[in-house]
């Protein structure tokens, strides 16, 4: 036998062995277990008849099923939903930990990776080597020529330059503990926004683009977490707030937040986008899709897309003429996507993914759009906060024209 043959022989029996041939027994719950095991159950399908993105409802049913131990239906769940070639990915999520390494899973994670081949359309616009930053989010002024990046190991907003030069631009100061997410610019108020968060409250905080210092902050006390913002042509602000699953508008002149369509559930409020006509809001769900707010009216509906388009797991959300452009991430595979509205705005038709699996992704968030590109950090690096190697930061631009 050659030497090639054998070396390939020897890779097939290292990779049987590391690969087990069946699934691990069902397990055997208590009749506790049992009833609360098939409670979950029954609330995951009363759920799938109403549900605007029925994938992440499917994907809980997997996960539900693995995680009591019922593997053959969670691997069947699984296989049903990679069969409708959504983009899905479980192949870190830690309910299938028991399963990753059966011939089983691998199928269905080679079938994945045959369905997401890379698209690349991206180029690099900047290498920050400053490396403890973690952000989640970034803000371009297109004026200086500026990125600004928010920790959210601290509170604390750094300036760089395109050529990676950077410098304090918000120093830490307040609660120690405290973090940001969201950045927008407002260049007719020379002003930057920031969503500030602590254990016990979150602030909606607008500073000076030139200083720095601090010019308006308004704070809601209890468990809120303002995620993103959205900022209409007339400085109208609106942030989101994952915690209470609510959509609030600040009153600039009394320093105000009032609930936006008070009556609805966001659920994990995310992403969030005004329309360029500025008549609709799109907030992302995380877990199911997208709502869009009829700014005049307060009226609420989610989007309808076709069913071989997943609009969960969205965190990034960007509004340009005639299509919404997100960064979904998550049990996804990452991805930035462009979908395609109806005339009205309110429904989506179509999808084309325009960046995956780009080898410098590592904790893809969310990102900037100015004009037709969208800036973003490829590699935010957040879930190595408490250890691991850390790389410079890559700040990448795609052009998202329709």
């Given amino acids: 036998m050659s030497r090639r043959l054998i070396t390939l022989s020897l890779i097939a029996l290292l990779t049987s062995a590391l690969l087990s041939p069946q699934l691990p027994p069902a397990q055997k719950l208590s009749p506790e277990d049992d009833r609360e095991f098939n409670k979950e159950l029954e609330r995951l399908r009363s759920l799938l008849s109403t549900a605007n993105d029925r994938a992440a409802?499917?994907?809980?049913?997997?996960?539900?099923?693995?995680?009591?131990?019922q593997y053959v239906e969670a691997i069947q769940r699984l296989r049903e939903l990679v069969d409708a070639n959504l983009g899905i990915d479980p192949s870190g999520d830690p309910d299938f930990a028991s399963?990753?390494?059966?011939?089983?899973?691998?199928?269905?994670?080679?079938?994945?990776?045959?369905q997401t081949p890379r698209v690349s359309n991206s180029h690099r616009i900047a290498t920050i080597d400053k490396r403890d930053i973690f952000p989640e989010n970034l803000a371009f002024d297109p004026k200086r020529r500026a990125f600004y990046l928010g920790s959210t190991a601290r509170n604390a907003i750094v300036k760089c330059s395109v050529r990676g030069v950077c410098r304090p631009f918000v120093g830490q100061s307040g609660e120690t503990k405290a973090y940001i997410l969201g950045l927008k610019i407002d260049q007719p108020s020379n002003?930057?926004?920031?969503?500030?968060?602590t254990s016990n409250g979150a602030s909606l905080c607008r500073y000076n683009l030139e200083t720095g210092n601090l010019e308006q902050s308004a704070r809601l006390e209890g468990k809120h977490l303002f995620n993103d913002l959205a900022i209409s042509r007339k400085g109208v602000v609106y942030v989101s707030d994952t915690s209470e699953g609510a959509v609030y508008q600040l009153n600039?002149?009394?320093?105000?937040?009032r609930k936006v369509a008070s009556e609805h559930t966001f659920a994990a409020a995310n992403g969030i986008a005004i329309s360029p006509d500025q008549t609709l809001l799109y907030v992302s769900v995380w877990g199911d899709?997208?709502?869009?707010?009829?700014?005049?009216?307060?009226?609420?509906?989610?989007?309808?897309?076709?069913d071989n388009i997943c609009l969960s797991f969205i965190d990034g959300l960007y509004a340009t003429k005639g299509s919404l452009v997100a960064i979904q991430n998550g049990p996804m595979v990452p991805r930035i996507v462009q979908f395609g509205l109806s005339k009205s705005g309110k429904e989506i038709v179509d999808m084309k993914v325009v960046e995956r699996r780009n080898p410098l992704f590592?904790?893809?968030t969310t990102g900037a759009l100015v004009g037709n590109d969208l800036y973003y950090v490829?590699?935010?690096?957040?879930?190595?906060?408490?250890?691991?190697?850390?790389?410079?930061?890559?700040?990448?631009?795609?052009?998202?024209?329709?």
């Fill in 252 to 257: 600039i002149h009394n320093n105000t937040l």
């Fill in 378 to 402: 490829a590699n935010p690096q957040i879930d190595k906060k408490n250890g691991g190697r850390l790389d410079p930061l890559q700040i990448l631009a795609i052009r998202v024209k329709r």
């Fill in 362 to 364: 590592d904790g893809l």
């Fill in 289 to 306: 899709g997208i709502d869009v707010i009829d700014i005049s009216s307060g009226s609420v509906r989610p989007v309808p897309h076709p």
């Fill in 99 to 114: 399963v990753r390494n059966t011939v089983e899973f691998q199928a269905i994670m080679e079938q994945v990776r045959r």
């Fill in 191 to 197: 002003a930057i926004w920031a969503t500030t968060n």
């Fill in 57 to 69: 409802v499917e994907l809980q049913i997997a996960n539900t099923y693995a995680a009591g131990g």
